[in-house]
C-alpha cells in the first residue's frame, strides 16, 4: 500500500454501505492508510445524508446498491444540500461495471467511481486523489475570500477617500461638532467636581480645608467658563447657534447678573451699583440666558481689571415700534483702562489688548469676541468707551419683544425679599455696608443697626414697622446679656422674625451659641457668598414659613415644605446620581433612583411620582424614548413632570426634549439655584 500524499493529515470520511461487512473493511482500510482519521459509518442512504450533515466529512465512500434509497438518489440528493454539495463522492459498487451504469454514477454527481472487486492500492489512489481536490478546492476558496475581502478593503478605502475628501470641504463644520461633542464629554466629570465641591462646603471644615475646598470650585467654575467659550464659538462659527425669545423681567437678569460676580467684587472690596431707567419696560421677551451671559462676561471683565472703587450696570430703552424695541446696557468701572491704540484688538477671537495681560488677570480671549458676536446675532452692536488709569465703560444694543401688559414671565427670583426689612447687626462697619448694598440691591430694605446690642430694645422699637428679618453677628450675641436676649425674643415672638447668624467660616457645621429661648433661622458662614445669602433669604422670607429648630443651622421652610413633591431621578452616573441627591436633601426632599429609562416606567408603573429629573444619556432606554413611552403609555393623571439632566450643549437639544415631551431643561453641571428655581415650576397635584 502506498502512503497518504494528501495536505490533510487527520482527514474524516463517510462509509456507506448497507452491509456491515464491506462499511467494516473500508473502514479499517482507511484508518490504516490515514492513521488518526475519523471514520463515520452509515448504514442506508436516509442515514448518510443525516451523517454528511452532521460530520461534515472530507470524502463520502458510497454503495451504489441498498434498499430503500440506492447509491445514486443518495448522491443527487447529498449535491443538492448546501451543506454536503461540495463534499467529494466516491461511488463504490460492482454495479458499476459497465459504462452505462458508470455515467449514470457520474451524472448523480459521484466524483469518481471504482468498481468490485477492486484493489485496494486503486482505492486509496483515488481517495488520496479526491482529497488532494478537495484540499485545493479548499484553498482555492480560501484565496478567492481573501481576494473579496481585498475587494471589499479596496472598496471601502475609497469610499473613505470620498468622505475624506468631504470632510476636507467640511472642516469648519466638523471642527465645530467635534468640539460640542467634547464639551459634552467634558461637562458630565464637572458636574461632579463643582456640585460635590458645593456639597464639601456645606458640611463641617477647618479654615485650611475651606480654602482648598474654595480652591477646587473656584479652578472647576474656571474651567467650565473656558468649555463654554469654546462651545459658544464653535457654535457661532458654524452658524448653527440659535436664539429663543421668552418674556422675563428686566430686574431679574440684572439682579442674577450681578449676584454670580458678587464673591468676585467681594473680595476686592469693589462697590457694585445699578439703575434701570424709569421708562423702560419691567418685562421684555428675548434670550434671557444669553444676555445674562454677556452681561456677566462684562462685568466679570469689569472685576478683573478693576482693584479698586466700583463697577456700575445702567440700563436704557428706545421703542422701535409698539411691539419691540432696544435695550442699552452700560457696564462702567474704575480699572486700568485700555490704550486708544489697542482697542482694535478688543473683540478677536484669542487676543488680548496686552499678551502680557493674560499672564496676570488669565483668560482665553474669547469672551469678549463671544458677547460681540451674541449682541449682533440679537440685532444689536457693542462697543467700548476707555482711558488708561480711569476706567471703561462697555456699551451694548440688543433688540427685545415687548409683550402686551399681564403677558405671563418666569417666576420672579427676587419676589420673596423684595421690599423686606433686614436689620444688620455687625461689629465692622465696612461689611455691613457693604451688606447693606447687597441687600439694596436685591430691592431689600436694610436698616444699619450698629456694631452692639446696647441699645437693641430701644432700636427694634424705632423700627416702624418692625424689621422682619436681623442679620447678626455670631460674636454680638454670645456677649448679649440677658436683657438684650429678652429684647430680641420679643421681637421674634412678636414679628415671627427670622434671626440670621453670621459665623466664622472654621465653625460651619456647628451647633449655634445656645441663647434659649431665641430660635436661629439659619446659620450663614462668612465670607458671605452672595448667591447662598439670597438662596436663604428667599427661603426664611417666603409666605408662610415657620421658624427653624433653634441652633439646627437648617434654613426655616426647606423647599420640599413649601413645594411637597415626589421625585424620581433618572440617572446612570454614579457621581451624578451623588450631586443630584446631595442637592435635593439641601431642599428637604427625598428622591428615588432609576439608572435606566426601562427603570423609569416601572418605578412609574409600580408608583406615581410628580416630577422625574430625566438624564438623557442612559443604557438600554435614554431619557428622550423613555419620555416619549411615559407620554403614550400612562394615562393623563399618572404624567409626571419631566425636566431634562443633559451634559450635551447641542443646537436643538432643549427642542428635542420639548418635542419628546419634556416640560423643563436643566444643562449640566447643574446649579443648586437653577435646580430650585426648576422644582419651583413643577405644578403641586393631590397625593395619590
Given at each position: 500500500?502506498?502512503?497518504?500524499?494528501t495536505?490533510?493529515?487527520?482527514?474524516?470520511?463517510?462509509?456507506?454501505?448497507?452491509?456491515?461487512?464491506?462499511?467494516?473493511?473500508?473502514?479499517?482500510?482507511?484508518?490504516?492508510?490515514?492513521?488518526?482519521?475519523?471514520?463515520?459509518?452509515?448504514?442506508?442512504?436516509?442515514?448518510?445524508?443525516?451523517?454528511?450533515?452532521?460530520?461534515?466529512p472530507?470524502?463520502?465512500?458510497?454503495?451504489?446498491?441498498?434498499?430503500?434509497?440506492?447509491?445514486?438518489?443518495?448522491?443527487?440528493?447529498?449535491?443538492?444540500?448546501?451543506?454536503?454539495?461540495r463534499?467529494?463522492?466516491?461511488?463504490?459498487?460492482?454495479?458499476?461495471?459497465?459504462?452505462?451504469?458508470?455515467?449514470?454514477g457520474?451524472?448523480?454527481?459521484?466524483?469518481?467511481?471504482?468498481?468490485?472487486?477492486?484493489?485496494?492500492?486503486?482505492?486509496?489512489?483515488?481517495?488520496?486523489?479526491?482529497?488532494?481536490?478537495?484540499?485545493?478546492?479548499?484553498a482555492?476558496?480560501?484565496?478567492?475570500?481573501?481576494?473579496?475581502?481585498?475587494?471589499?478593503?479596496?472598496?471601502?478605502?475609497?469610499?473613505?477617500?470620498?468622505?475624506?475628501?468631504?470632510?476636507?470641504?467640511?472642516?469648519?463644520?466638523?471642527?465645530s461638532?467635534?468640539l460640542?461633542?467634547?464639551?459634552?464629554?467634558?461637562r458630565?466629570p464637572?458636574?461632579?467636581?463643582?456640585?460635590?465641591?458645593?456639597?464639601?462646603?456645606?458640611?463641617?471644615?477647618?479654615?485650611?480645608?475651606?480654602?482648598?475646598?474654595?480652591?477646587?470650585?473656584?479652578?472647576?467654575?474656571?474651567?467650565?467658563?473656558?468649555?463654554?467659550?469654546?462651545?459658544?464659538?464653535?457654535?457661532?462659527?458654524?452658524?448653527?447657534?440659535?436664539?429663543?425669545?421668552?418674556?422675563?423681567?428686566?430686574r431679574?437678569?440684572?439682579?442674577?447678573?450681578?449676584?454670580?460676580?458678587?464673591?468676585?467684587?467681594?473680595?476686592?472690596?469693589?462697590?457694585?451699583?445699578?439703575?434701570?431707567?424709569?421708562?423702560?419696560?419691567?418685562?421684555?421677551?428675548?434670550?434671557?440666558i444669553?444676555?445674562?451671559?454677556?452681561?456677566?462676561?462684562?462685568?466679570?471683565?469689569?472685576?478683573?481689571f478693576?482693584?479698586?472703587?466700583?463697577?456700575r450696570?445702567?440700563?436704557a430703552?428706545?421703542?422701535?415700534d409698539?411691539?419691540?424695541?432696544?435695550?442699552?446696557?452700560?457696564?462702567?468701572?474704575?480699572g486700568?483702562?485700555?490704550?486708544?491704540?489697542?482697542?482694535?484688538?478688543?473683540?478677536?477671537?484669542f487676543?488680548?489688548?496686552?499678551?502680557?495681560?493674560?499672564?496676570?488677570y488669565?483668560?482665553?480671549?474669547?469672551?469678549?469676541?463671544?458677547?460681540?458676536q451674541?449682541?449682533?446675532?440679537?440685532?444689536?452692536?457693542?462697543?467700548?468707551?476707555?482711558?488708561?488709569?480711569?476706567?471703561?465703560?462697555?456699551?451694548?444694543t440688543?433688540?427685545?419683544?415687548?409683550?402686551?401688559a399681564?403677558s405671563?414671565a418666569?417666576?420672579?427670583?427676587?419676589?420673596?425679599?423684595?421690599?423686606?426689612?433686614?436689620?444688620?447687626?455687625d461689629?465692622?462697619?465696612?461689611?455691613?455696608?457693604?451688606?447693606?448694598?447687597?441687600?439694596?440691591?436685591?430691592?431689600?430694605?436694610?436698616?444699619?443697626?450698629?456694631?452692639t446690642?446696647?441699645?437693641?430694645?430701644a432700636?427694634?422699637?424705632?423700627?416702624?414697622?418692625?424689621?422682619?428679618?436681623?442679620?447678626?453677628?455670631?460674636?454680638?450675641?454670645?456677649?448679649?446679656?440677658p436683657?438684650?436676649?429678652?429684647?430680641?425674643?420679643?421681637w421674634?415672638l412678636?414679628?415671627?422674625?427670622?434671626?440670621?447668624?453670621l459665623?466664622?467660616?472654621?465653625?460651619?457645621?456647628?451647633?449655634?451659641?445656645d441663647v434659649?429661648?431665641?430660635?436661629?433661622?439659619?446659620?450663614?458662614?462668612?465670607?458671605?457668598?452672595?448667591?447662598?445669602?439670597?438662596?436663604?433669604?428667599?427661603?426664611?422670607?417666603?409666605?408662610?414659613?415657620?421658624?427653624?429648630?433653634?441652633?439646627?443651622?437648617?434654613?426655616?421652610?426647606?423647599?420640599?415644605?413649601?413645594?411637597p413633591?415626589?421625585?424620581?431621578?433618572?440617572?446612570?452616573?454614579?457621581?451624578?446620581?451623588?450631586?443630584?441627591?446631595?442637592?435635593?436633601?439641601?431642599?428637604?426632599?427625598?428622591?428615588?433612583?432609576?439608572?435606566?429609562?426601562?427603570?423609569?416606567l416601572?418605578a412609574?408603573?409600580?408608583?406615581?411620582?410628580?416630577?422625574?429629573?430625566?438624564?438623557?444619556?442612559?443604557?438600554?432606554l435614554?431619557?428622550?424614548q423613555?419620555?416619549?413611552?411615559?407620554?403614550?403609555?400612562?394615562?393623563?393623571?399618572?404624567?409626571?413632570?419631566?425636566?431634562?439632566?443633559?451634559?450635551?450643549?447641542?443646537?436643538g437639544?432643549?427642542?428635542?426634549?420639548?418635542?419628546?415631551g419634556?416640560?423643563?431643561?436643566l444643562?449640566?453641571p447643574?446649579?443648586?439655584?437653577?435646580?430650585?428655581?426648576?422644582?419651583?415650576?413643577?405644578?403641586?397635584?393631590?397625593?395619590?
Open positions: 500500500m502506498g502512503t497518504a500524499t495536505a490533510e493529515a487527520t482527514p474524516a470520511f463517510l462509509v456507506v454501505d448497507d452491509r456491515e461487512e464491506g462499511r467494516t473493511f473500508l473502514a479499517r482500510l482507511l484508518r490504516y492508510q490515514f492513521p488518526g482519521a475519523r471514520v463515520v459509518e452509515a448504514a442506508s442512504g436516509s442515514e448518510a445524508l443525516a451523517r454528511a450533515a452532521d460530520s461534515a472530507d470524502l463520502i465512500l458510497l454503495d451504489a446498491l441498498m434498499p430503500e434509497m440506492d447509491g445514486f438518489e443518495t448522491c443527487r440528493k447529498l449535491k443538492a444540500q448546501p451543506a454536503t454539495d463534499i467529494p463522492v466516491l461511488m463504490v459498487s460492482a454495479v458499476l461495471t459497465d459504462s452505462e451504469n458508470r455515467v449514470s457520474l451524472q448523480s454527481g459521484a466524483d469518481s467511481y471504482i468498481c468490485k472487486p477492486f484493489e485496494n492500492d486503486e482505492l486509496l489512489a483515488q481517495v488520496s486523489a479526491l482529497l488532494r481536490i478537495r484540499n485545493n478546492e479548499l482555492l476558496r480560501a484565496q478567492q475570500r481573501v481576494l473579496e475581502e481585498e475587494l471589499v478593503t479596496r472598496r471601502r478605502i475609497e469610499l473613505e477617500l470620498v468622505e475624506a475628501r468631504q470632510t476636507a470641504e467640511h472642516a469648519a463644520q466638523a471642527k461638532e467635534f460640542a461633542n467634547m464639551s459634552h464629554e467634558l458630565t464637572m458636574n461632579g467636581v463643582i456640585g460635590l465641591t458645593d456639597v464639601l462646603l456645606d458640611t463641617e471644615l477647618d479654615a485650611e480645608q475651606r480654602d482648598l475646598a474654595n480652591t477646587i470650585k473656584t479652578s472647576g467654575e474656571t474651567l467650565l467658563a473656558v468649555i463654554n467659550d469654546i462651545l459658544d464659538f464653535s457654535k457661532i462659527e458654524s452658524g448653527k447657534l440659535e436664539l429663543e425669545s421668552r418674556p422675563f423681567r428686566l431679574d437678569l440684572v439682579i442674577h447678573a450681578l449676584n454670580l460676580i458678587q464673591r468676585q467684587a467681594s473680595g476686592k472690596e469693589l462697590a457694585l451699583f445699578w439703575e434701570i431707567e424709569s421708562r423702560t419696560p419691567p418685562q421684555v421677551a428675548g434670550d434671557e444669553r444676555l445674562r451671559q454677556i452681561l456677566s462676561n462684562l462685568l466679570s471683565n469689569a472685576i478683573k478693576t482693584e479698586r472703587g466700583e463697577v450696570i445702567h440700563v430703552f428706545c421703542d422701535l409698539h411691539h419691540n424695541g432696544e435695550l442699552h446696557f452700560s457696564i462702567s468701572d474704575t486700568i483702562g485700555i490704550p486708544k491704540e489697542k482697542m482694535n484688538r478688543l473683540f478677536r477671537s487676543s488680548q489688548v496686552d499678551a502680557s495681560t493674560t499672564r496676570q488669565g483668560g482665553t480671549g474669547l469672551g469678549l469676541a463671544i458677547s460681540k451674541l449682541t449682533e446675532l440679537m440685532g444689536g452692536r457693542m462697543w467700548v468707551e476707555s482711558e488708561p488709569g480711569r476706567g471703561s465703560t462697555f456699551h451694548f440688543v433688540r427685545v419683544h415687548v409683550p402686551p399681564g405671563p418666569g417666576p420672579a427670583t427676587h419676589s420673596a425679599v423684595y421690599g423686606r426689612r433686614i436689620l444688620l447687626l461689629p465692622d462697619d465696612a461689611t455691613r455696608s457693604r451688606l447693606a448694598a447687597l441687600l439694596t440691591s436685591w430691592e431689600m430694605k436694610p436698616i444699619e443697626g450698629g456694631t446690642l446696647e441699645l437693641i430694645d432700636l427694634l422699637l424705632r423700627q416702624q414697622p418692625a424689621p422682619e428679618a436681623i442679620l447678626l453677628d455670631e460674636y454680638l450675641l454670645r456677649a448679649a446679656r436683657e438684650q436676649v429678652a429684647a430680641l425674643h420679643r421674634q412678636a414679628n415671627s422674625g427670622a434671626l440670621l447668624l459665623r466664622p467660616a472654621d465653625q460651619r457645621g456647628a451647633m449655634a451659641p434659649a429661648p431665641l430660635q436661629v433661622t439659619a446659620q450663614i458662614s462668612r465670607p458671605v457668598s452672595a448667591s447662598n445669602l439670597f438662596d436663604i433669604f428667599s427661603r426664611v422670607l417666603a409666605p408662610g414659613n415657620a421658624q427653624a429648630e433653634a441652633g439646627t443651622g437648617i434654613p426655616a421652610g426647606p423647599l420640599a415644605h413649601q413645594h413633591l415626589r421625585i424620581l431621578l433618572a440617572e446612570d452616573n454614579p457621581v451624578n446620581q451623588k450631586v443630584a441627591i446631595r442637592m435635593l436633601e439641601r431642599m428637604g426632599y427625598q428622591a428615588t433612583i432609576a439608572s435606566t429609562g426601562a427603570d423609569v416601572t412609574l408603573k409600580q408608583q406615581f411620582y410628580d416630577l422625574v429629573l430625566m438624564d438623557l444619556q442612559m443604557p438600554v435614554d431619557g428622550l423613555a419620555t416619549r413611552q411615559i407620554r403614550s403609555d400612562f394615562p393623563a393623571d399618572r404624567q409626571p413632570y419631566i425636566i431634562a439632566l443633559t451634559a450635551s450643549a447641542l443646537v437639544d432643549r427642542d428635542k426634549c420639548i418635542a419628546a419634556m416640560n423643563d431643561y444643562r449640566k447643574i446649579r443648586e439655584m437653577d435646580l430650585r428655581a426648576a422644582l419651583g415650576r413643577c405644578p403641586l397635584v393631590p397625593q395619590k
